[in-house]
């Protein structure tokens, strides 16, 4: 496959909700759109890097700055015979991760309509539908948390997931529980925000029978989760440590958590999720698949990856809707039944893109070609 061209959006919309976690706040929804044009056909990538480095060290200008300046290069230094070439020529990069993945998604999505069968398929994934559950920000009070919890549970959302931080932690779970009931499926999330110090905090959370806690603890430690886990029967699943199959390994050596949070952005792409999957498939280990706000592109990549077999926990995939008045594709993504959002069968991602509303959001704009 000899990609002609690559062109970069920069698009900026507002979201429909103030989405707070432990490290900030966001309003605005700002990416960058990856279109690889090869014999007429397009494949589609979204960077999945925040405006500021707080979830981790991208940003949506860094993804931009290390696409053209390294990536984009790379990818027309040679021609690509399958996808899973592409993250082993990005190898030499270090980290970058999230800018791999647009390019990288973008031609797994070009590839499979050349093939001319859906993504999921290209990946190995068998399922039709996937179970979806949705992530909850931190509000103002534990009311409107339960209000958004009432909101979701009635559209048949496989998981309650809720973010957590010091001073805004037992209490919301407590709440769920004592409104909701012990069958809700719950968990908590503190982005990093908690140490050691905070073991008895996270004792009473042992205590609500939380299908998982997330990232407790430093966002770059595998040690001190090992400690915790130690310390409690809920399970910890990773999500900021994990960048690698390698990072996944020794995780899971140490017993640092029984669960990982895969997010295509935060692994570098299709291939690399793929072969974190693999790992804990074989050492029996539940994934699931975490989201970074996406807008449509990035949303149908993730309905893709969760449709291999290991992803048997509920992602943090929900409906367009949830998060923008108008989404990037056609159609925009929506449930298909309550909590389950089908696998689509049309070529690649399965979902066009609604170009006039690209063009309307789109602040930056850049086409490179491939060098005869
Ligand atoms: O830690 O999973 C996270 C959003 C931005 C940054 C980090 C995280 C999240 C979410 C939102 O939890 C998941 C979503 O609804 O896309
Ligand atoms: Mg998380």
Not at 16 to 32: A, L, M, V
Not at 77 to 95: K, N
Not at 196 to 218: F, R, S, W
Not at 278 to 289: A, K, S, Y
């Amino acid at each position: 496959m000899r990609i002609e061209r690559v062109e970069l959006r920069r698009i900026r919309t507002p979201m429909r909700f103030r989405f707070e976690t432990s490290f900030g706040e966001e309003t605005q929804k700002e990416t960058i759109l990856v279109s690889v044009h090869a014999d007429g056909l397009a494949g589609y990538g979204e960077s999945t890097a925040m405006s500021r480095p707080v979830y981790n060290e991208e940003t949506t200008s860094t993804v931009w700055y290390v696409l053209e300046r390294f990536l984009i290069p790379l990818l027309f230094s040679r021609e690509i015979s399958h996808p899973d070439e592409v993250s082993e020529l990005f190898a030499p990069i270090r980290r970058h991760f999230m800018a791999k993945a647009a390019l990288e998604g973008a031609v797994w999505d070009l590839w499979a309509k050349r093939q001319g069968i859906p993504l999921a398929r290209a990946l190995g994934g068998e399922k039709t539908a996937i179970d979806v559950g949705v992530s909850i920000g931190i509000e103002p009070t534990v009311e409107q948390v339960l209000r958004h919890v009432d909101r979701f549970l009635s559209e048949g959302y496989k998981k309650i997931k809720v973010k957590i931080k010091p001073g805004f932690d037992v209490k919301v779970i407590e709440s769920i529980r004592k409104e909701f009931g012990d069958g809700v499926p719950l968990m908590a999330d503190a982005n990093s925000a908690y140490t050691l110090e905070h073991i008895d905090v996270m004792k009473e959370l042992d205590q609500y029978g939380l299908i998982m806690i997330e990232q407790p603890l430093a966002h770059d430690d595998i040690i001190d989760h090992a400690k915790l886990q130690r310390e409690l029967t809920t399970p910890i699943c990773l999500d900021e440590s994990i960048h690698t199959v390698e990072d996944a390994r020794k995780a899971l050596e140490l017993e640092s958590c029984r669960i990982i949070n895969i997010k295509v952005g935060r692994v570098g792409g299709l291939t690399p999720a793929r072969k974190i999957h693999d790992l804990c498939l074989e050492r029996g280990i539940p994934v699931w698949c975490g989201g970074m706000l996406e807008m449509g592109v990035g949303r149908a990549h993730n309905i893709a990856v969760t449709s291999l077999p290991g992803f048997t926990i509920p992602g943090d995939t929900s409906a367009s809707s949830r998060y923008f008045e108008r989404d990037i594709t056609i159609p925009a993504i929506e449930l298909s039944a309550p909590g389950t959002l089908a696998i689509p069968d049309g070529p690649g991602i399965g979902y066009d893109l609604d170009e006039e509303r690209v063009r309307r959001i789109t602040v930056d704009h850049a086409v490179f070609r491939r060098p005869h």
